[in-house]
């Protein structure tokens, strides 16, 4: 059982930056595609970033295309979310998620704040 926990949310403006981590543990976490989801408060929870087992492919949600960059560590068991040009319409949880096929996600972490001011 792959349990996540993410990190590194926070309160930013309008054009700065952030980086958020997901530390796994439990499993063997280069047998696992990963992705960050977000929800906004009344939105439904949408997938923003995706990366293979490898770390050598990815796909993005169009809005974020050119300003979030998903990466992944397997020596330290962890992928990252760097999120760039922030805008305030960036603001949600964001979930860090793990399964062995890729788009289907049986592990997810608890979420962390991320708010973007004007």
Not at 47 to 57: C, E, Q
Not at 104 to 111: F, N, R, S, V
């Amino acid at each position: 059982q792959v349990q996540l926990v993410e990190s590194g949310g926070g309160l930013v403006q309008a054009g700065g930056s952030l980086r958020l981590s997901c530390a796994a543990s439990g499993g063997t976490f280069s047998r696992y595609f990963m992705a960050w989801f977000r929800q906004a408060p009344g939105k439904e929870r949408e997938v923003v970033a995706t990366i293979s087992k490898s770390g050598l492919g990815w796909s993005y949600e169009d809005s974020v295309k050119g300003r979030f960059t998903i990466s992944r560590d397997n020596a330290k068991n962890t992928v990252y979310l760097q999120m760039a040009s922030l805008k305030v319409e960036d603001t949600a949880v964001y979930y860090c998620a793990a399964g062995l096929e890729w788009g289907k996600y049986e592990h997810w972490g608890q979420g962390t704040q991320v708010t973007v001011s004007s």
